[in-house]
């Protein structure tokens, strides 16, 4: 199976200069805990929940005055539609990483992520193993 056979479309997506509270009230609408960052259709970043509570709330940064780009984790792994869905969960429990934005032509197309594999029965022993390998612990920073 390939990955445009399983990814989301239609992704939503903010820019780097986008406010912290407004990528928020993104995650809250659309029921999300990341937003790819683009800039021009291009994937430059991504930010998480977890990126807003730990590099913006916790340390004090106004959320509302403070871009997206001051926050979000760059030098992102991406992967084409057709590449093979077993390359694609190997890779994402080889680099801990449980969403993966979609390129192609250097323009954001999906995401795919761990929940669209865990949907489908064909996967059963990759997601336990990308599972596996998303779940090792890691050194704190």
């Known amino acids: 199976m ?5 990814m989301t479309t239609n992704v939503t997506y903010v820019e780097p200069n986008a406010s912290i509270v407004d990528t928020a009230k993104l995650m809250q609408q659309h029921n999300v805990g990341s937003i790819p960052v683009c800039d021009k259709g291009s994937v430059v970043g991504m930010v998480t929940d977890r990126d807003i509570v730990v590099r913006n709330i ?7 005055q403070t871009p997206v780009s001051d926050i979000m984790t760059t030098g992102i792994t991406s992967v084409s539609p057709d590449m093979e869905m077993s390359q694609v ?8 990483i449980r969403r993966v934005p979609v390129v192609d032509q250097n323009n954001l197309v999906g995401i795919v992520a761990l929940g669209d594999v865990a949907i ?7 997601v336990a193993e990308t599972l596996t390998g998303i779940s090792r ?3 704190p920073q």
Do not use: L, Y
Not at 58 to 64: M, S, T, V
Not at 120 to 126: G, Q
């Open 58 to 64: 916790a340390i004090g940064k106004n959320p509302q």
């Open 2 to 6: 390939k990955v445009k056979d399983i």
């Open 120 to 126: 489908d029965a064909k996967f059963d022993t990759e």
């Open 89 to 96: 969960t190997k890779m994402m429990a080889d680099s801990q």
């Open 137 to 139: 612990p890691s050194k």
